[in-house]
């Protein structure tokens, strides 16, 4: 189908924790996270890998076998959607 995206963005690799309203609405829906985010879910699937999570193999079998082919499959997947969604989202990080 012409509206399926080219990379299932639905996998344990992509996935992270997010309050109602930063996940909908007004939020980061239909925009691209800020550039920041994609080290932090790659040191998060690293994490994960290391400490040997369930979501170990998943992970390692949609980003890659090593940890430079990991950060280059989430650096393309972010130019990928920098392209087509063109806006930013960026948490209030705030006390």
């Given at each position: 189908?012409?509206?399926?995206?080219?990379?299932?963005?639905?996998?344990?690799?992509?996935?992270?924790?997010?309050?109602?309203k930063?996940?909908?609405?007004?939020?980061?829906?239909?925009?691209?996270?800020?550039?920041?985010?994609?080290?932090?879910?790659?040191?998060?699937?690293?994490?994960?890998?290391?400490?040997?999570?369930?979501?170990?193999?998943?992970?390692?079998?949609?980003?890659?076998?090593?940890?430079?082919?990991?950060?280059?499959?989430?650096?393309?997947?972010?130019?990928?959607?920098?392209?087509?969604?063109?806006?930013?989202w960026?948490?209030?990080?705030?006390?």
């Amino acid at each position: 189908m012409l509206n399926e995206p080219l990379v299932d963005l639905d996998q344990a690799w992509n996935l992270v924790l997010a309050c109602n309203k930063c996940n909908g609405g007004s939020g980061k829906r239909d925009q691209c996270p800020d550039v920041s985010y994609v080290e932090d879910l790659h040191n998060r699937n690293e994490y994960l890998i290391q400490s040997h999570h369930p979501l170990r193999e998943s992970i390692i079998a949609r980003t890659g076998n090593n940890e430079l082919d990991r950060r280059k499959f989430l650096q393309s997947r972010y130019n990928m959607a920098k392209l087509s969604l063109f806006h930013t989202w960026k948490a209030y990080r705030g006390i």
